[in-house]
């Protein structure tokens, strides 16, 4: 399978947060060849959580939208400055990931979790400063297939 999101079970969880208290639950997400790895805070979300986000965000690519994210990290606006995604943006038989923070603070409306992906940007392929920006693309049959595997 050449794209898939998951946390890797087989691994104890990971106290790399300023809080020592609060664990984080690494994961890998699947794109071709490439592997990326992260580590999703738990301080609010467990893994079901994030995992029934990843679902959704999935399901709305497929079904409702060209865009949407899968969210690797979320702490609340009331609890930190940013969330970490990885936006999926649908052009064709492609879909294209990107790694985005998203910081609150620069949103024009409040973030919220009843309507995340109206934060996503569309996708830009260059960024400000003029240096492409990194992207991973699959195939969209790629994603289905998954979403097939996962009950989406």
């Given at each position: 399978?050449?794209f898939?999101?998951?946390f890797l079970?087989?691994e104890?969880?990971?106290y790399p947060?300023?809080?020592?208290?609060?664990?984080g639950?690494?994961?890998?997400?699947?794109?071709g060849?490439?592997k990326e790895?992260?580590c999703?805070s738990?301080?609010q979300?467990?893994?079901?959580?994030?995992?029934?986000?990843?679902?959704r965000a999935?399901?709305?690519?497929?079904?409702e939208?060209?865009?949407?994210?899968?969210i690797?990290?979320?702490i609340s606006?009331?609890?930190?400055?940013?969330?970490?995604w990885?936006a999926m943006?649908?052009?064709g038989?492609?879909v294209?990931?990107q790694d985005?923070?998203?910081f609150?603070?620069?949103l024009?409306?409040?973030f919220?979790?009843?309507a995340?992906?109206?934060?996503?940007r569309?996708?830009e392929?260059?960024?400000a400063?003029g240096?492409?920006?990194?992207?991973?693309s699959?195939s969209l049959?790629?994603?289905?297939?998954f979403?097939?595997?996962?009950?989406?």
């Open positions: 399978m050449s898939s999101i998951r079970d087989d104890p969880l990971l947060f300023d809080d020592v208290k609060t664990p639950a690494p994961g890998i997400l699947v794109m060849e490439s790895r992260f999703s738990l301080f979300w467990s893994k079901q959580q994030y995992e029934a986000q990843w679902q999935i399901h709305v690519l497929l079904n939208s060209s865009k949407a994210a899968l690797v990290e979320y606006p009331n609890a930190a400055s940013h969330l970490e990885w943006y649908r052009e038989e492609t294209y990931l985005h923070l998203l609150y603070t620069q024009k409306e409040p919220s979790l009843d995340p992906f109206a934060s996503l569309d996708r392929t260059i960024s400063e240096q492409p920006i990194s992207e991973w699959v049959s790629e994603i289905q297939q979403a097939g595997m996962i009950g989406v």
